[in-house]
T-cell receptor, first 115, second 111 residues
Framework: DSGVTQTPKHLITATGQRVTLRCSPR?????VYWYQQSLDQGLQFLIH???????AKGNILERFSAQQFPDLHSELNLSSLELGDSALYFC??????????????FGAGSRLTVL | KNEVEQSPQNLTAQEGEFITINCSYS?????LHWLQQHPGGGIVSLFM???GKKKHGRLIATINIQEKHSSLHITASHPRDSAVYIC?????????????FGKGTLLTVNP
C-alpha cells in the first residue's frame, strides 16, 4: 500500500456519461497530480494541484475537470465520455510543489472502460 | 520526435544477466525519474536524480546532463524484475512545469 488511495479501481460506463475519480494523497503530501495512461499514448500529465490551488495543466481535455478539496483529496471529473477516454487514470502525490523536485507516490490507478 | 526516448522498447534477459535501459531527452531538465510498472498497473518510483549516480539494492541509475542521457542498470536480474520501466523528465524552463514520460521499456527476465 503506497498510501495514495484511488477509487474506484474499475469503472465501466457508456459513451456520453460522466464519471468522477477520487484520490486521497499520502498523509502529509500537499500536491496531487493526475495522469492518464492509454495504450497508444503512454503516460500523460493531466493536471497538478498544490494545497487546493491548480499549479499546472497538461494535456487535459475541456471535458475533464479537477479540483482539490480542503482535506487535500482530489477528484477528477470526466464528462461526455468517448470511447477514446478508456484508459488507466493515475493519481500521485508529493510533499511539495514542484513534481521534478519530489519523489512521487502513485496510487494503484482507476481503470475506466467506456463502451 | 518525442521529448523523451527510451531504448530498447522490449528487452528479454535470462536470470542473472546485467540489464541496461537507456533514456535520452531533448529538453533542459531539472530532474529525471525512473519508474517501474508491474503487470496489473501499479507504478513505483525507483529514482529521482538530477546529477551523477544513485544506487538502491541491485538497481543503479546514472545521468549525464551534458549528453542529455540517463541509464538504469539492474545487476543480477531476477524474474521479479519483469516490468515496464519508464523514464520521465521534469522540464526546467517555463512556468507550466510537468513531467514528460517516455513510452517505457518492457523487461522480461526468464528463469
Amino acid at each position: 500500500d503506497s498510501g495514495v488511495t484511488q477509487t474506484p479501481k474499475h469503472l465501466i460506463t457508456a459513451t456520453g456519461q460522466r464519471v468522477t475519480l477520487r484520490c486521497s494523497p499520502r498523509s502529509g503530501d500537499l500536491s496531487v497530480y493526475w495522469y492518464q495512461q492509454s495504450l497508444d499514448q503512454g503516460l500523460q500529465f493531466l493536471i497538478h494541484y498544490y494545497n487546493g490551488e491548480e499549479r499546472a495543466k497538461g494535456n487535459i481535455l475541456e471535458r475533464f475537470s479537477a479540483q482539490q478539496f480542503p482535506d487535500l483529496h482530489s477528484e477528477l471529473n470526466l464528462s461526455s465520455l468517448e470511447l477514446g477516454d478508456s484508459a488507466l487514470y493515475f493519481c500521485a502525490s508529493s510533499p511539495f510543489d514542484r513534481a521534478g523536485a519530489n519523489v512521487l507516490t502513485f496510487g494503484a490507478g482507476s481503470r475506466l472502460t467506456v463502451l | 520526435k518525442n521529448e523523451v526516448e527510451q531504448s530498447p522498447q522490449n528487452l528479454t534477459a535470462q536470470e542473472g544477466e546485467f540489464i541496461t535501459i537507456n533514456c535520452s531527452y531533448s529538453v533542459g531538465i531539472s530532474a529525471l525519474h525512473w519508474l517501474q510498472q508491474h503487470p496489473g498497473g501499479g507504478i513505483v518510483s525507483l529514482f529521482m536524480l538530477s546529477s551523477g549516480k544513485k544506487k538502491h539494492g541491485r538497481l543503479i541509475a546514472t545521468i549525464n546532463i551534458q549528453e542529455k542521457h540517463s541509464s538504469l542498470h539492474i545487476t543480477a536480474s531476477h524474474p521479479r524484475d519483469s516490468a515496464v520501466y519508464i523514464c520521465a523528465v521534469f522540464n526546467s524552463g517555463g512556468s507550466n512545469y510537468k513531467l514528460t514520460f517516455g513510452k517505457g521499456t518492457l523487461l522480461t527476465v526468464n528463469p
